[in-house]
């Protein structure tokens, strides 16, 4: 069919259907003749009817006027007439054969989306089973595959997991032996003891002498070997004893207190070592001729089979919780690396240009063990060499506030006033003393001699031993911060191991201390001054080109809070004047087969001095001071004493 287009043509639109009659069956219209139509009869019907509705009418102009124009009137309607009946009749059989072929064609549509709908359907059923065809066998192959790698792999599993348990097992075993390092590490090695005839052949008395050295020599009551052995000499020298203690902790103390032989009369030529294997021994010696070598032996020292800085080496062997620090001699934004500690500091800020490293400032290094009983902030560090940092315990009210500081000597190119360097800590002593009781410590290059640090015949403090008996002016300054703080130095007044704080090729002095409030004194337990010599011989190091001159002062906080998992917040041991209640004496008190032997022979060594004419303060010293107090504690007389901070 001429202009019919299926995707554009709708049958049941009226508004396509119209213009398709007009454009396409109009042409065919006019073709049809009107010698088709039979028009003879019709023509008279339509005349008569004609006739009979033109009679109704009169006409407006005369009947002699009008007659002719009546007559041409009528033959012309008459075919117009006829004209439109045939019209009329095509036109509807036109619409009807529209409208069947419209139902036609919507019937044909109808079909032809239902066929494609099903080919559709059927091609995508064909398409996937093609599919499944095609790849069903990669992928059974590839399964196979897989399941081949993984039983492989199953299989190196477990013999792998055999290998495992048969290493524990064998491990194991050797655990349950121990080997020679893990037994030597419990072993001292004493040389320089006199060998007497009486030890032929009898171990125990090679025991009880090591144990009277370290009774008496060391002061160390409560320590015992378990045995001690002496090897025999090659030459006329005594010959060494290899001695086994308890526990590590016993052999720790005895290394910290080896120190006291030298000034001991009895035992100044006895020497205290570790013992290690002949393997340690060669490669720490290997290990130092390279040092001496590269000429870096001034600034490293040899740790079992590493080698680490002389001066971190010194501060790791103390086991210390908080390190304070002066002259660090840090630029910028540099710090100190310590394994176990963190680093908080001071550095300065303006250096000389020509400066090759930095000069003053001063840090602490905090052991990570204490952040889990203590939160630790910074409260201070607006002032040149002065830092101030606070311990707030958890989950209690206690706290406690430190300031390291350091005031540069008189001549330094950094001279600092003292007055306004002392005028700026006191005031920051009046800022900080409400945060908690305050401990301040540093290298204040302050010489105080005999000069008395409180004011006499009111405050009621401990005399201290004086070792520096020269003053300066700075001492003058220190001595007059103390007196308006209330502060005094702990510097000879704690502890019995008091020393020079400074020991150079220019000579001894007292220049360092510890300083705190006069009610606070009980709360430290112990102080001492180790210089860099005595470190060296008590833990064995290497003695460096070149020594720090300036000593480490040591001090215990006794902090008696009880931390948050109901643990000492601090293992400290308080070594105050403890007194005792005798009343609560029983009549089994020293009535012990041990209690009467050591009673013994302490009346013996009493009577061998003085057969000797030697002193027997030694002898009842011992005896009172550890073993006559020890069995007081054990007994339960003592009085409780707290200190808090």
């Known amino acids: 069919m001429e202009g019919l287009s299926i995707i554009e043509f709708d049958p049941l639109c009226t508004e396509s259907t119209e213009p398709y009659i007009e454009s396409v069956m109009t042409p065919k219209i006019n073709k049809v003749t ?13 005349v008569s009817n004609f006739n009979k509705g033109a009679s109704l009418k009169r006409p407006l102009d005369s009947d002699s006027s009008n007659k002719d124009s009546v007559k041409k009137l009528r033959s012309d ?6 004209t439109k009946v045939c019209s009329n009749t095509d036109m509807s059989d036109l619409k009807h054969l529209v409208y069947s072929l419209t139902q036609s064609m919507n019937t044909m549509h109808i079909s032809l989306t239902e066929r494609i ?6 091609m995508s059923k064909d398409l996937a089973q093609l599919i499944e065809q095609k790849v069903k066998p990669e992928v059974s192959q590839a399964k196979k595959e897989i399941n081949g790698k993984l039983s492989s792999f199953k299989d190196q599993v477990n013999v792998l997991e055999g290998k495992v348990n048969s290493m524990e097992q064998s491990y194991a075993s050797v655990v349950k032996q121990p080997s020679v390092n893990d037994e030597k590490k419990l072993n001292i090695v004493i040389k320089g003891l006199p060998h007497g005839k009486n030890e032929e052949n009898n171990p125990q008395c090679t025991l009880n002498k090591v144990n009277s050295l370290i009774r008496d020599g060391l002061k160390l009551s409560n320590i015992k070997f378990l045995k001690a052995e002496r090897k025999v000499s090659r030459d006329s020298k005594s010959g060494l004893i290899i001695a086994k203690v308890h526990s590590l902790e016993d052999k720790k103390s005895i290394m910290k207190a080896k120190s006291k032989l030298k000034g001991n009369k009895l035992f100044s030529s006895v020497y205290i070592e570790n013992d290690i294997p002949w393997e340690v021994r060669s490669q720490q010696n290997n290990l130092r001729t390279i040092l001496k070598e590269i000429g870096k032996s001034d600034k490293y020292r040899v740790v079992g089979s590493k080698i680490v800085p002389f001066r971190k080496s010194v501060l790791l062997c103390g086991d210390y919780d908080v390190i304070a620090l002066c002259e660090t001699f840090l630029r910028n934004s540099d710090t100190i690396s310590v394994p176990g500690y963190r680093f908080v500091g001071k550095n300065r800020s303006m250096l000389h240009r020509n400066a090759k490293r930095g000069s003053g400032g001063v840090c602490f290094l905090i052991k990570d063990s204490v952040y889990k009983f203590f939160d630790v902030t910074l409260l201070d560090c607006s002032k040149e060499d002065i830092l101030w940092i606070k311990f707030q315990e958890k989950g209690s009210t206690l706290c406690f506030c430190l300031c390291v500081c350091y005031l540069p000597p008189e001549g330094s190119s950094r001279w600092c006033d003292p007055e306004t360097f002392f005028a700026d800590l006191l005031y920051q002593v009046y800022k900080y003393q409400n945060e908690g009781t305050v401990y301040i410590s540093g290298d204040f290059n302050s010489r105080i001699g005999y000069n008395t640090d409180f004011i006499e015949g009111v405050d009621h403090i401990p005399s201290r ?11 003058d300054l220190f001595v007059d911060f103390l007196v308006d703080s209330n502060f005094c130095v702990l510097n000879g007044r704690i502890g019995n191991e008091n020393n020079y704080t400074c020991v150079s090729k220019k000579g001894k002095s007292v220049v360092d201390y ?9 709360s430290v337990s112990d102080f001492k001054v180790n210089t860099i010599s005595d470190l060296i011989d008590r833990y064995n190091m290497d003695v460096p080109d070149k020594t720090p001159d300036h000593s480490i002062l040591e001090w215990k906080l006794a902090v008696m809070n009880e931390g948050p998992n109901d643990e000492p917040a ?3 041991q308080f070594k105050g004047n403890k007194r005792y209640d005798t009343s609560k004496l029983t009549t089994e008190f020293l009535n012990s087969e041990d209690c009467v032997k050591r009673i013994s022979e302490t009346v013996n060594r009493i ?3 003085l057969s000797s004419n030697r002193c027997i303060n030694e002898a009842y010293g011992a005896f009172t001071n550890f073993f006559l107090m020890n069995e007081m504690d054990l007994a ?9 901070i």
């Open 34 to 46: 009107t010698a088709e139509i039979h028009t003879a009869a019709n023509t008279s019907e339509l």
């Open 77 to 82: 309607d008459s075919s117009s007439i006829a």
């Open 117 to 122: 709908y099903t080919l559709e359907k059927n």
């Open 465 to 475: 031993e004086v070792f520096d008996k020269t003053e300066n002016h700075y001492g």
């Open 514 to 522: 510890v300083v705190v409030p006069h009610e606070s004194i009980p």
């Open 570 to 572: 601090f293992e400290t």
């Open 607 to 609: 009577e061998n001095e």
């Open 636 to 644: 339960g007389l003592t009085v409780n004493q707290s200190y808090q």
